[in-house]
């Protein structure tokens, strides 16, 4: 299978006051398309630093990152912006709606940056919802729905562009057992039906059961699964 992620000897540090703080180092990693990941670690291992790194979010300090053979690393801010769009679908712990929206409007909200008419931009919104499950809510506030129901809007509104890839920190974090399950299917559904490379961020084992494997953070480094047995 082919690659889409290569990362090589990827560094990131930040400075407070006169201290650097090193959070992650020396570290390599290449994801396959259509993978499922899922990246564990205890607090503060550096897992969302490099999920945020992979996702365009935030530049390494060293090293490189390759995503579908673009190195993403050397990219200007509007470019990396540009990028962004075009790549990646983000999906957070707190759903991250406009609460005045309603879900079809929520959704719509990325493909506000294409050339896309208003009426393709609500076909293709009404596409991704449908895809979720949540036909039937579009003209719902998100104060109307549930967590699940939330999150499975933040679902549509990640893959309303076709991404390639879905970066996903700690999503079933905020939401009750039944609701997890219920998200953690459908993005395994997105991954399995629908060719979407999946990097996903937890805590829960549980969760991480739902990807195709599990790498572990500590320290900023990746290290051996039995090294938390």
Same mark, same amino acid.
């Given at each position: 299978?082919?690659?889409?992620?290569?990362?090589?000897?990827?560094?990131?540090?930040?400075?407070?006051?006169?201290?650097?703080?090193?959070?992650?180092?020396?570290?390599?990693?290449?994801?396959?398309?259509?993978?499922?990941?899922?990246?564990?670690?205890?607090?503060?291992?550096?897992?969302?630093?490099?999920?945020?790194? @992979?996702?365009?979010?935030?530049?390494?300090?060293?090293?490189? @990152?390759?995503?579908?053979?673009?190195?993403?690393?050397?990219?200007?801010?509007?470019? $990396?912006?540009?990028?962004?769009?075009?790549?990646?679908?983000?999906?957070?712990?707190?759903?991250?709606?406009?609460?005045?929206? #309603?879900?079809?409007?929520?959704?719509?909200?990325?493909?506000?940056?294409?050339?896309?008419?208003?009426?393709?931009?609500?076909?293709?919104?009404?596409?991704?919802?449908?895809?979720?499950?949540?036909?039937?809510?579009?003209?719902?506030?998100?104060?109307?729905? #549930?967590?699940?129901?939330?999150?499975?809007?933040?679902?549509?509104?990640? @893959?309303?562009?076709?991404?390639?890839?879905?970066?996903? &920190?700690?999503?079933?974090? &905020?939401?009750?057992?039944?609701?997890?399950?219920?998200?953690?299917?459908?993005?395994?559904?997105?991954?399995?039906?629908?060719?979407?490379?999946?990097?996903?961020?937890?805590? &829960?084992?549980?969760?991480?059961?739902?990807?195709?494997?599990?790498?572990?953070?500590?320290?900023?480094? $990746?290290?051996?699964?039995?090294?938390?047995?």
């Amino acid at each position: 299978m082919a690659t889409l992620i290569d990362i090589q000897n990827l560094a990131k540090s930040y400075t407070r006051g006169k201290q650097k703080v090193e959070v992650l180092h020396h570290v390599d990693l290449t994801i396959a398309e259509g993978d499922f990941l899922a990246l564990m670690g205890p607090s503060g291992s550096g897992k969302t630093t490099l999920l945020n790194l @992979i996702g365009g979010l935030d530049a390494p300090s060293a090293g490189s @990152i390759s995503v579908g053979g673009q190195r993403i690393d050397q990219l200007g801010g509007g470019a $990396l912006a540009k990028w962004r769009a075009s790549n990646v679908g983000f999906i957070f712990q707190f759903y991250n709606l406009m609460p005045m929206l #309603s879900a079809q409007r929520n959704v719509e909200l990325p493909l506000l940056l294409t050339k896309l008419s208003a009426a393709q931009r609500k076909k293709n919104a009404s596409i991704a919802l449908q895809l979720v499950g949540l036909a039937d809510r579009a003209s719902h506030k998100p104060s109307e729905l #549930s967590g699940g129901q939330q999150q499975r809007v933040a679902i549509a509104r990640a @893959i309303v562009s076709d991404p390639a890839l879905l970066v996903c &920190d700690e999503p079933t974090g &905020d939401l009750d057992r039944q609701s997890a399950e219920d998200v953690l299917g459908l993005l395994q559904q997105l991954n399995r039906d629908h060719g979407k490379t999946i990097v996903m961020v937890t805590h &829960d084992p549980k969760a991480a059961e739902y990807a195709s494997h599990t790498l572990h953070l500590d320290k900023g480094a $990746l290290v051996e699964q039995g090294a938390f047995a």
